[in-house]
């Protein structure tokens, strides 16, 4: 079982102590809503624990998966990552070859996300929720223990949004650990709130 | 390891090819710039030999700069920086990756332009071989050192202008070395061998150096 420990994390950006002094231990099979107003830190939070920034102060550290945390690591972020210029196919085994997941897990997830019709069409010619969606295929076809969602319903309809509560409990359903920055109510198992703020301006 | 890196090289190669990917734009530019040459400087075939090793290697400089800056920020721009940085592959082997993917699309076009561009500037033809040999060996430290600069243009906010300030320096030996092998070649009576191993010397040490300097500053600079 995999455990997420932070302890007296503090992030600064851009000059502004974003928070302070946060401590927080998650386990594998808890999907976690990581909440609060605009600044208060979430995307910050979950690049941090990616290892993509570095801590101002404190530690995070991932125990039970393998030595480095950003091996272990599945980050959905703002910015989908996509190439407009690849086709939908050639992101995902783009994404899915970079990360070390398998190839053949590439149809599936193109069925899972409702992209098999789109699969040969140029990343650029799809819509806002199209993308969204391919970019939450890299779930799929890349095996990692702890995903970090940044706001991962955004842009997606109703029915996506459904598919995607599927995945997250299936994934915390076999032991994984979801931290999900958001804005919107979470349909999920399993499902803890954590709220940041205090600092935020 | 090798999956991740050859999924860079390879992507990197279809974004280049592909309509707008910009590879052509540097053969386009060096094929441009020489062939204006003899109308700037007029029909003066044994002037134009003197200087076409030199124009050719300024060419090539040049045209190697042109799409340098993009190598790292259009990945930053779209978010796929984040993917590379979460790859269990060394991200200055990923540099690597994608400075052979440059050089493929930008630098071996050059290579094979060089020796159409060398009758235009009057070379020798029994010299063209060596002209397209010393921008084989010498236009991948263009390529390797480029790399420090579209890593820094990546991550620091008006990045593009550090490129040519900071890169120009860095290629001068790359310069000097390559226009004296090529008129060595061209004209003589200089040996060639010394130059060009020179040149050799300096894009080995820009393969291990470039990947290396490229990946600290973009974990230095994230943000």
Redesign the interface.
């Known amino acids: 079982m995999i455990q997420l420990v932070a302890e007296n994390l503090a992030c600064v950006?851009g000059g502004r102590r974003v928070f302070d002094g946060m401590n927080f231990q998650f386990s594998g099979g808890e999907a976690v809503a990581i909440t609060g107003a605009n600044g208060a830190g979430k995307t910050s939070l979950l690049r941090l624990v990616?290892?993509?920034?570095p801590p101002e102060a404190g530690s995070v550290s991932l125990k039970g998966a393998g030595e480095?945390i950003?091996?272990s690591?599945?980050?959905i972020?703002?910015?989908?990552?996509?190439?407009?210029?690849?086709t939908v196919r050639?992101n995902l085994?783009?994404?899915c070859?970079?990360?070390?997941g398998s190839n053949g897990n590439v149809e599936s997830a193109l069925h899972t996300m409702n992209l098999a019709a789109l699969a040969e069409i140029p990343a650029r010619m799809l819509s806002a929720g199209q993308k969204r969606r391919l970019a939450l295929a890299r779930l799929i076809v890349t095996k990692r223990p702890l995903w970090l969602l940044d706001e991962p319903t955004s842009a997606l309809d109703a029915e996506s949004q459904n598919t995607l509560f599927q995945i997250i409990d299936t994934h915390t359903g076999t032991g994984g650990l979801a931290l999900i920055a958001t804005h919107a109510a979470l349909p999920l198992k399993n499902l803890r709130e954590f709220r940041i703020g205090g600092v935020a301006q | 390891m090798t999956g991740a890196l050859r999924a860079v090289l390879m992507r990197d190669l279809k974004l280049a090819f592909r309509a707008g990917g910009g590879a052509g734009l540097g053969v386009v530019f060096f094929l441009a710039l020489i062939a204006v040459v003899p109308f700037a400087v007029g029909p003066d075939l044994p002037l134009l030999a003197r200087i076409g090793p030199a124009l050719v290697w300024l060419g090539a400089l040049l045209a190697t700069l042109l799409n340098l800056d993009r190598i790292f920020s259009a990945d930053r721009e779209d978010g796929s920086l984040d993917l590379l940085l979460l790859s269990p592959a060394p991200l200055e082997l990923i540099a690597t990756a994608k400075g052979i993917a440059h050089w493929l699309a930008t630098g071996l076009p050059l290579v094979i332009a060089a020796p159409i561009l060398g009758v235009m500037l009057g070379v020798e033809p029994k010299a063209l071989l060596a002209l397209s040999l010393t921008l084989l060996i010498g236009t991948p430290a263009l390529t390797f050192l480029g790399l420090i600069g579209a890593a820094l243009a990546a991550m620091l906010p008006r990045g593009g202008l550090l490129v040519a300030v900071l890169i120009l320096p860095l290629t001068i030996p790359v310069l000097i070395f390559g226009a004296a092998a090529t008129s060595a070649a061209v004209t003589g009576p200089m040996s060639f061998g010394v130059p060009i191993r020179l040149l050799a010397a300096i894009s080995l040490a820009a393969l291990v150096a470039g990947p290396v300097a490229a990946a600290a500053a973009i974990r230095q600079l994230r943000d």
Do not use: I, N, T, W
């Open positions: 950006r990616a290892g993509l920034l480095d950003s091996s690591v599945q980050l972020a703002h910015l989908d990552g996509l190439k407009g210029a690849l050639e085994v783009f994404s070859e970079l990360l070390g």
